[in-house]
């Protein structure tokens, strides 16, 4: 599975953003999905993830209430939507995706648990 991540760029604090992820190359829709974020010395980590069925999300507690995560089967993306950004969200934002057998499998949301990783897109959120 190939991942391409866009939607990144700078942003005032409190703007919004959507990120898209295109996969191609593999079974999209057999496929849990996330995001991570990476800042500048520091450690790789979760954002956000979503089922393969689009009925289980997960969301790390720093984003939760103001992001959100989508999934479109048919076009083969996942998008996250970004709302009321913060200075700390700044990151280069990856998106990752794990074949699971089973719809009801528990989302991931360490990146060992992930097989396929995109390049990442740059999100710079100014104050």
């Known amino acids: 599975v190939q991942l391409v991540e866009s939607g990144g760029g700078l942003v005032q604090a409190g703007g919004s953003l959507r990120l898209s992820c295109a996969a191609s190359g593999g079974t999209f829709s057999r496929c849990a999905m996330g995001w991570f974020r990476q800042a500048p010395g520091k450690e790789r980590e979760f954002v956000a993830a979503?089922?393969?069925?689009?009925?289980?999300?997960h969301f790390a507690d720093s984003v939760k209430g103001r992001f959100t995560i989508s999934r479109d089967n048919a076009k083969n993306t996942v998008y996250l939507q970004m709302n009321s950004l913060k200075p700390e969200d700044t990151a280069i934002y990856y998106c990752a995706a794990v074949v699971v057998a089973s719809m009801w499998a528990p989302l991931a949301t360490a990146s060992h648990e992930y097989d396929y990783w995109g390049q990442g897109t740059q999100v710079t959120v100014s104050s």
């Open positions: 979503i089922s393969w069925s689009v009925a289980y999300t």
